[in-house]
């Protein structure tokens, strides 16, 4: 058994703690996770440990050279902080590590997208990607998928963040889609490799989408729908929401239009984007999701 530093410590963690648990992020915080690992865990979470599920991830690491960033790690997400105690315990990253140091933006939106915005959410994100930009977003189907090939036809970087492992493609569909983004970007997720992608992990990683990007751009969104969710953790945590108008008949574009009427900026293009992020327009961070 390799030595326990706060590197081991922090990933045979995430093997039994689930994404966002503040109680374990407050004791890592306050006594460090070698000591929480060792005498700071619940009895329920203590049970679970298994050699074999830690052995499995370090193989896995091992064979896809996948890389566990920890805070202060160079190419860790400084935006991560502002997560207070859900912060994760760390990254798993399949690809390439310097994509998530770069200046991030959120590009995110509905599975079920039309023609119309699986376009805007391309040439947003070729824009971004094109400014030396990484574009951000939750590699599922439609807005999502738009958005990473957007910045992949730019040439720029892309990263992914998942709800199970990064070795677990899934929609299985865009498997070709997560191959390419492993060479010019990255797949990443606080889950350990093995993970499944149940549905509360969705949710929970929208707000490391948030965290990451200095800013989110919802392109086709439903009312209710986990694009305006992921907007809302950008808005609490102070960042810029933008939101791209659709026709007012659309079902698709009820959530963008709901953003807009509660404070998000209307933008059209990655020139309005970066308008906003240069900071010439005023920041519009009260939206109440």
Same mark, same amino acid.
């Given at each position: 058994?390799?030595?326990?530093?706060?590197?081991?410590?922090?990933?045979?963690?995430?093997?039994?703690?689930?994404?966002?648990?503040?109680?374990?992020?407050?004791?890592?915080?306050?006594?460090?996770?070698?000591?929480? @690992?060792?005498?700071?865990?619940?009895?329920?979470?203590?049970?679970?440990?298994?050699?074999?599920?830690? %052995?499995?991830?370090?193989?896995?690491?091992?064979?896809?050279?996948?890389?566990?960033?920890?805070?202060?790690?160079?190419?860790?997400?400084?935006?991560?902080?502002? =997560?207070?105690?859900?912060?994760?315990?760390? @990254?798993?990253?399949?690809?390439?590590?310097?994509?998530?140091?770069?200046?991030?933006?959120?590009?995110?939106?509905?599975?079920? $997208?039309?023609?119309?915005?699986?376009?805007?959410?391309?040439?947003?994100?070729?824009?971004?990607?094109?400014?030396?930009?990484? +574009?951000?977003?939750?590699?599922?189907?439609?807005?999502?998928?738009?958005?990473?090939?957007?910045?992949?036809?730019?040439?720029?970087?892309?990263?992914?963040? =998942?709800?199970?492992?990064?070795?677990? %493609?899934?929609?299985?569909?865009?498997?070709?889609?997560?191959?390419?983004?492993?060479?010019?970007? $990255?797949?990443?997720?606080?889950?350990?490799?093995?993970?499944?992608?149940?549905?509360?992990?969705?949710?929970?990683?929208?707000?490391?989408?948030?965290?990451?990007?200095?800013?989110? +751009?919802? +392109?086709?969104?439903?009312?209710?729908?986990?694009?305006?969710?992921?907007?809302?953790?950008?808005?609490?945590?102070?960042?810029?929401?933008? $939101?791209?108008?659709?026709?007012?008949?659309?079902?698709?574009?009820?959530?963008?239009?709901?953003?807009?009427?509660?404070?998000?900026? =209307?933008?059209?293009?990655? %020139?309005?984007?970066?308008?906003?992020?240069?900071?010439? =327009?005023?920041?519009?961070?009260?939206?109440?999701?």
């Amino acid at each position: 058994m390799a030595e326990l530093d706060d590197r081991r410590a922090r990933m045979i963690l995430g093997t039994v703690v689930e994404p966002g648990d503040a109680v374990i992020g407050r004791q890592v915080a306050a006594v460090g996770a070698v000591e929480t @690992l060792n005498h700071g865990l619940p009895a329920r979470l203590s049970k679970q440990l298994d050699a074999s599920r830690i %052995a499995e991830v370090l193989d896995t690491a091992t064979a896809l050279q996948l890389q566990f960033l920890i805070p202060g790690d160079t190419h860790w997400p400084r935006g991560l902080a502002d =997560l207070q105690e859900t912060a994760p315990l760390g @990254l798993w990253v399949y690809g390439q590590t310097e994509a998530l140091s770069n200046d991030c933006i959120a590009v995110v939106g509905a599975r079920s $997208a039309t023609h119309y915005g699986e376009w805007a959410a391309a040439d947003i994100a070729a824009g971004i990607a094109a400014s030396g930009w990484t +574009v951000v977003s939750g590699g599922a189907y439609g807005i999502d998928a738009s958005a990473h090939r957007g910045a992949l036809a730019a040439r720029g970087r892309t990263v992914a963040v =998942l709800a199970g492992g990064v070795d677990i %493609a899934y929609p299985r569909s865009n498997d070709l889609l997560f191959r390419a983004i492993v060479e010019q970007g $990255a797949l990443v997720s606080e889950s350990p490799p093995g993970t499944q992608p149940l549905r509360h992990r969705f949710l929970i990683r929208n707000r490391l989408i948030a965290a990451m990007s200095r800013a989110t +751009v919802v +392109v086709e969104a439903r009312l209710r729908s986990g694009a305006s969710a992921t907007a809302g953790h950008a808005a609490t945590l102070g960042r810029d929401v933008m $939101a791209v108008p659709g026709p007012i008949t659309a079902a698709s574009s009820a959530g963008c239009h709901q953003l807009i009427r509660d404070g998000a900026v =209307l933008v059209t293009s990655a %020139a309005d984007v970066f308008e906003l992020v240069a900071g010439d =327009l005023p920041r519009h961070t009260s939206l109440e999701i």
